[in-house]
């Protein structure tokens, strides 16, 4: 049966009750039997409106829910993503100036190959990003230095250390000469690093005249002349020494 049905049917018959209780004799009242029948119906009438709904309660059935077949999760192929781009390493500046004096018979070609190869080398290193400058006085490299805000000052200048002369031969012979350096900080001028290479070292030897191979680097100047080849081979011992004053490793050659 349904239940508000069932309410409003025993709602109708406590109101019947009650109505034909109010006829009921005077006597029937006083004695009071009429009013306990009429508690003890209307409590059999409460009892079988909770039973009925409790029975109700109990057979209602929780509904089911409903399954949901779960999304795939769509796989991604790392080669299709887009790699993040590095961030480029910004290079340090060097300038590199020679000076050449004029007491020395040293050909402005022989300073301009020191000078070409030192920006050659230090430009492998991946720090630094060394150009060229006109010829300078060390007072002026350190002074030029103290005016940068970010860039270095290498100053170059090649030494006879002769006593035999300035003839043909004592100006071939490497062992005659010696490469200085140094190194200036922008801002203050001050000194970060400083050497002098002996161009003897790097004396090729030959046999009847002809020279012999050397340890030159396949990609730098390669003449036949003793004292080129020991200007590029000082120039080399140079460069690194100044890539070492930076903390930066040595480069393989030609890398």
Same mark, same amino acid.
């Given at each position: 049966?349904?239940?508000?049905?069932?309410?409003?049917?025993?709602?109708?018959?406590?109101? #019947? &009750?009650?109505?034909?209780?109010?006829?009921?004799?005077?006597?029937?009242?006083?004695? /009071? #039997?009429?009013?306990?029948?009429?508690?003890?119906?209307?409590?059999? %009438?409460?009892?079988?409106? $909770?039973?009925?709904?409790?029975?109700?309660? =109990?057979? +209602? #059935?929780? @509904?089911?829910?409903?399954?949901?077949?779960?999304?795939?999760?769509?796989?991604?192929?790392?080669?299709? $993503?887009?790699?993040?781009?590095?961030?480029?390493?910004?290079?340090? @500046?060097?300038?590199?100036? =020679?000076?050449?004096?004029?007491?020395?018979?040293?050909?402005? &070609?022989?300073?301009?190959? $020191?000078?070409?190869?030192? %920006?050659?080398?230090?430009?492998?290193?991946?720090?630094?990003? @060394? +150009? /060229?400058?006109?010829?300078?006085?060390?007072?002026?490299?350190?002074?030029?230095?103290?005016?940068?805000?970010?860039?270095?000052?290498?100053?170059?200048?090649?030494?006879?250390?002769?006593?035999?002369?300035?003839?043909? =031969?004592?100006?071939?012979?490497?062992?005659?000469? =010696?490469? +200085?350096?140094?190194?200036?900080?922008?801002?203050?001028?001050?000194?970060?690093?400083?050497?002098?290479?002996? &161009?003897?070292?790097?004396?090729? +030897?030959?046999?009847? /005249? %002809? /020279?012999?191979?050397?340890?030159?680097?396949?990609?730098?100047?390669?003449?036949?002349?003793?004292?080129?080849?020991? &200007?590029?081979?000082?120039?080399?011992?140079?460069?690194?020494?100044?890539?070492?004053?930076?903390?930066?490793?040595?480069?393989?050659?030609?890398?």
């Amino acid at each position: 049966m349904n239940i508000k049905r069932l309410k409003s049917w025993m709602k109708q018959a406590v109101v #019947r &009750l009650w109505k034909k209780s109010y006829f009921v004799s005077s006597e029937a009242l006083a004695d /009071g #039997r009429a009013t306990v029948g009429l508690l003890m119906f209307a409590g059999a %009438i409460l009892s079988c409106l $909770v039973f009925h709904s409790a029975q109700a309660q =109990s057979g +209602r #059935r929780a @509904p089911k829910p409903i399954e949901v077949a779960p999304v795939p999760t769509p796989s991604v192929d790392p080669a299709t $993503v887009p790699k993040p781009k590095p961030t480029p390493h910004l290079k340090t @500046p060097v300038l590199v100036a =020679s000076y050449t004096p004029a007491s020395i018979d040293v050909s402005t &070609l022989d300073a301009e190959l $020191v000078q070409r190869t030192i %920006i050659q080398r230090l430009g492998e290193s991946g720090a630094l990003a @060394p +150009r /060229g400058s006109e010829e300078m006085r060390r007072k002026d490299a350190e002074k030029t230095a103290r005016n940068e805000a970010e860039t270095y000052v290498v100053w170059l200048e090649l030494e006879n250390n002769s006593t035999y002369g300035s003839t043909l =031969s004592n100006r071939d012979n490497p062992e005659n000469y =010696s490469l +200085r350096f140094a190194v200036f900080a922008p801002r203050t001028g001050r000194l970060k690093a400083q050497g002098q290479i002996s &161009l003897g070292l790097y004396r090729r +030897r030959s046999i009847g /005249g %002809i /020279g012999l191979p050397g340890s030159r680097p396949a990609c730098y100047p390669n003449t036949s002349r003793n004292l080129d080849y020991a &200007l590029v081979m000082g120039a080399i011992e140079a460069a690194n020494r100044i890539i070492s004053s930076f903390d930066l490793p040595l480069p393989p050659p030609c890398g």
